[in-house]
């Protein structure tokens, strides 16, 4: 016999998503980062069982646009389609892409000492070109079609490369600028949010960007009583890294990892 109270035991739960990493850029180096492939499967459980709310732990200095994207987009829907408010609790950073995925949310909470924005699209690399010259080494690259080998860093930058490049980073910041001001609307209250530049913690709550100072566990509780529970949804570790033993590829995406946590003066997680 169906319990006739399992629903509303079911409905006292609010369900927690940890999203902390570098978003979709890492996985060619084999090391854990966010895409929406991997976070399908978990973003899915969230939703299961019409929990009170989905409470989202971001953590990210951001990464791909496309992957920001489409778990974002995954969220919402099924926050749309199961009438489920999402939260988002932002921890040391949602910057760049971490951004984008805490626009998904109804509502953005921040630590005082949170760091968010960075609403703006980079591209870095470097060009090696002398190096190979005053080594000696002959660059041959054979290519069908003259923009296949787009910014090789091995060759001279080209001013035509240059301006491609800078009309696709434009794209992606107007959307990027669409989904900001689709889902924080009204709330936003600063002046050019979109320079890239970032916000501390209360001073994100003034321009709109968040909503309030506010942690986890407190404010779930202050929604949704005292006796609400907490269900944790999260990927199961690797066999290496659940022995403290990194793997060659994820180590090497650790040093990429390191370096887009740096460029806001923190460390990796």
Do not use: C
């Not at 369900?15 to 976070?39: C, W, Y």
């Not at 949310?105 to 699209?121: E, K, P, Q, T």
């Not at 787009?150 to 990027?176: C, G, K, S, T, Y």
């Not at 001001?181 to 003034?206: P, Y």
């Amino acid at each position: 016999m169906r319990n006739p109270l399992a629903s509303l035991t079911r409905r006292e739960t609010v369900n927690v998503l940890r999203l902390e990493g570098v978003i979709g850029s890492a996985a060619r180096f084999g090391a854990t980062s966010l895409t929406d492939a991997s976070l399908a499967p978990l973003i899915e459980a969230a939703f299961r069982r019409k929990p009170r709310a989905v409470a989202i732990a971001i953590n990210s200095p951001g990464g791909s646009p496309a992957q920001s994207s489409l778990i974002a987009a995954r969220i919402r829907r099924l926050a749309d389609e199961k009438s489920v408010p999402v939260h988002a609790f932002v921890e040391d950073l949602a910057a760049s892409g971490g951004y984008w995925l805490a626009t998904a949310a109804d509502r953005i909470h921040v630590d005082a000492n949170s760091i968010l924005g960075s609403i703006g699209v980079i591209s870095a690399s470097f060009g090696f070109q002398d190096l190979l010259a005053r080594h000696g080494v002959e660059r041959r690259v054979h290519t069908a079609g003259e923009d296949k080998s787009l910014l090789d860093p091995f060759r001279p930058e080209r001013a035509e490369d240059v301006e491609r490049l800078e009309r696709l980073q434009a794209q992606i910041h107007r959307n990027f600028i669409e989904q900001v001001r689709a889902r924080r609307g009204d709330r936003l209250s600063g002046g050019n949010l979109f320079t890239g530049d970032i916000w501390l913690g209360q001073a994100a709550v003034e321009v709109g960007l968040a909503d309030d100072i506010g942690h986890l566990v407190p404010v779930m509780k202050a929604l949704f009583g005292e006796k609400i529970r907490f269900r944790s949804i999260s990927r199961a570790k690797p066999l290496l890294r659940r022995l403290g033993l990194p793997g060659i590829g994820e180590a090497l995406g650790q040093v990429e990892d390191r370096a887009l946590w740096a460029r806001f003066g923190l460390g990796a997680p």
